[in-house]
């Protein structure tokens, strides 16, 4: 029986569906990231995507985004197939990543950082003859998404390495959201956050939903999940171990499917969302 | 955006550069010897240290380029030896301009075998400069027999002319030196393949994460280094008008002084050309000033390597300070 024929209200690539994952595995080594896992992610929802760690919840994002190359396993996105071989494809494609890492450059500056492979050259000669960048535009439209996002740095020019771990996470955060024209994706973009830029970044997750993006939300808190998300897919040991309703479920039996304490397939499906569950 | 403030902020910006701590040394190098000795503070004395900066400066040019991407370069002064020899052996079949553009080729060429082995094979450049620096040299030496080639003067020696302005002889290699460093410093700071050496030398993992082709970058910068190591071949020609297959052997570790003197750190994404410029030329100033002051030339090394060691502990401490 398929998960289409289960849950005919989210069948597998329709409009609905946007990004569309199936039958992902990724090794290194004996070491098994990624088992058969499946994902889906459907127009105009976030979906939170928990587990513990280790479970493979940046595995199988970065299998999705070209970050990793799995050893098996089909990706779709908007129902075509894609193959993204590096991440350049990926965001090429729409689908913006805030990965665990990070991945800024700490002796470049926060403008430098936000434009960081797609620079903006200025116009004329000095920027088509010399290639010369546009320094004051970029740092501009950067200082706009910081402020967008309600992050405050003394200066724009600020080298990313004198930020602080939060800061730091905000910038990777407006980056992706301002980029963004299909998806976001973020892997624990609160884990080094304050109370208030916690807030602001879970404010920004609904304000690029509102935007009519979905988000894709790692994370570790449990009352920031549910907080925002319209799904929950809970990763177990390298799979999708069930998707569940936030509206429906309790924090309580997320946990207990996370941990292993409760079997995906033992769950009410009352409680369920979609496929996989 | 008001223009006081962005003054201010450049203002600021400088004086945490690395460069301001490399200047302010070379400033006080130079009062210092002018006012200790009395042959030093004359336009002679200062045209011929700006003569005798011009190769390693130009060598530490491309070797902070590949510095930056946290590489190191042991065999620039091998790959600029080669360029004086395959230009030499043509002009004396009478092709100068042939010569040149293939000295040129087989700069860039050589460059291009260490940029494909470090960014391909992801093979450490330390090793594999260190294999090149041995094979090249050997070639240049097999090439003309261990024999030194002459240079007819002419178009190959215009780089030791020069004209005079105010006392001071400037050298046409002393000319393109210096529009070389201006030309890097462009490149590398307001263009996006600079934006994108700085990235790929501190964060590789994150260039890549942001789309940037790792590789790419990294083979452009040594195939651009032995670009300009051949443009160091010529500047060499018109200092000395030999082409010697067993000159230059120190300029790699030279070069390298200068660099890392200059304020960019060996552990790649901080510095650039103009700190290097300095670095050039507070070496050649110590050297220089040593001399005038009738100090033996070994403590000038010792001077010159305790710099070194001050330089990368510089680097450490900022870095530091910074995580
Ligand atoms: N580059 C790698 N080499 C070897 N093993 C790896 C590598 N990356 C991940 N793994 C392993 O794959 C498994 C899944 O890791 P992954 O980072 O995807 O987990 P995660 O769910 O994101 O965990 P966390 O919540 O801690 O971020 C882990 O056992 C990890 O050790
Ligand atoms: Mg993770």
Redesign the pocket.
């Known amino acids: 029986m398929t998960d289409a024929a289960v849950h005919p209200s989210v069948p597998e690539t329709t409009d609905e569906v946007v990004l569309y994952a199936k039958g992902l595995k990724k090794k290194?080594?004996h070491?098994?990231?990624i088992a058969d896992a499946d994902f889906q992610l459907c127009a105009n929802e976030v979906l939170a995507v928990i587990?513990?760690?280790?479970?493979?919840?940046?595995?199988?994002i970065?299998a999705i985004t070209g970050a990793l190359a799995p050893d098996e396993g089909t990706v779709f996105l908007k129902g075509q197939r894609v193959h993204f071989k590096n991440p350049l494809d990926a965001r090429l494609a729409g689908i913006e990543t805030v990965y665990?890492e990070l991945a800024v450059c700490p002796e470049l500056d926060i403008a430098a950082n936000m434009f960081l492979g797609r620079e903006r050259r200025r116009p004329g000669w000095r920027g088509g003859l010399l290639r010369g960048l546009d320094k004051a535009a970029m740092r501009k439209e950067a200082a706009d998404h910081m402020e967008e996002l309600g992050i405050r740095v003394q200066s724009i020019t600020q080298r990313v390495e004198t930020l602080s771990g939060g800061q730091r996470q905000a910038v990777a955060v407006a980056r992706a959201a301002a980029w963004a024209t299909n998806v976001v994706i973020m892997?624990?973009p609160t884990a080094a956050l304050g109370v208030r830029e916690t807030g602001q970044v879970l404010d920004l997750i609904l304000r690029v939903k509102a935007r009519g993006l979905p988000v894709v939300l790692?994370s570790?808190s449990m009352p920031e999940v549910f907080q925002v998300a319209d799904r929950i897919h809970i990763?177990r040991l390298?799979r999708r171990e069930a998707v569940v309703d936030p509206a429906m479920a309790s924090m309580r039996d997320v946990v207990a499917v996370m941990t292993g304490a409760l079997a995906g397939s033992e769950l009410p499906s009352a409680l369920k969302a979609g496929p996989g569950s | 955006m008001t223009d006081p403030k962005g003054s201010v902020d450049r203002l600021r910006g400088f004086l945490t550069t690395q460069v301001a701590g490399p200047l302010a040394a070379l400033l006080v190098a130079i009062v210092v010897f002018s006012a200790t000795t009395d042959t030093f503070l004359n336009p002679a004395n200062f045209s011929l240290m700006l003569q005798q900066s011009v190769v390693i400066g130009t060598l530490a040019i491309g070797q902070t380029l590949i510095i930056l991407t946290a590489g190191i370069d042991l065999a620039n002064g091998a790959i600029m030896v080669l360029g004086t020899i395959v230009i030499a052996q043509f002009a004396l079949d009478g092709n100068i301009v042939l010569g040149l553009m293939l000295g040129m080729l087989a700069c860039a060429a050589a460059g291009a075998l260490n940029g494909m082995i470090v960014a391909k094979w992801k093979l450490p450049p330390f090793i594999v400069t260190l294999g090149t620096l041995t094979v090249l040299t050997a070639t240049a030496r097999l090439m003309t027999d261990s024999q030194s080639l002459p240079v007819e003067r002419g178009l190959l020696t215009v780089m030791g002319q020069g004209f005079s302005v105010a006392g001071f002889t400037v050298s046409w290699g002393v000319v393109t030196w210096l529009a070389l460093t201006a030309g890097f410093a462009y490149a590398l700071g307001r263009t996006a393949w600079g934006t994108h050496v700085y990235a790929v030398g501190d964060s590789p993992n994150a260039a890549k994460l942001n789309g940037i082709k790792v590789d790419r970058v990294l083979f452009s910068v040594y195939v651009v280094a032995g670009l300009v190591y051949a443009v160091g071949a010529w500047l060499a020609m018109g200092r000395t008008p030999i082409a010697d297959p067993s000159a230059y052997q120190t300029a790699n570790l030279d070069s390298i002084t200068a660099v890392v003197i200059g304020g960019t750190s060996l552990f790649g994404g901080r510095g650039g050309v103009v700190g290097t410029l300095i670095g050039t030329l507070i070496v050649v100033v110590l050297q220089n000033g040593l001399t005038q002051a009738g100090i033996n030339s070994l403590y000038q090394q010792i001077a010159t390597g305790a710099l070194v060691v001050v330089a990368v502990l510089v680097d450490q401490i900022i870095r530091r300070k910074d995580r």
Not at chain 1, 51 to 60: F, Q, T, V, W
């Open positions: 290194y080594g070491v098994t990231a587990g513990d760690n280790g479970a493979g919840k940046s595995s199988l970065k665990q892997d624990e790692i570790h990763h390298g």
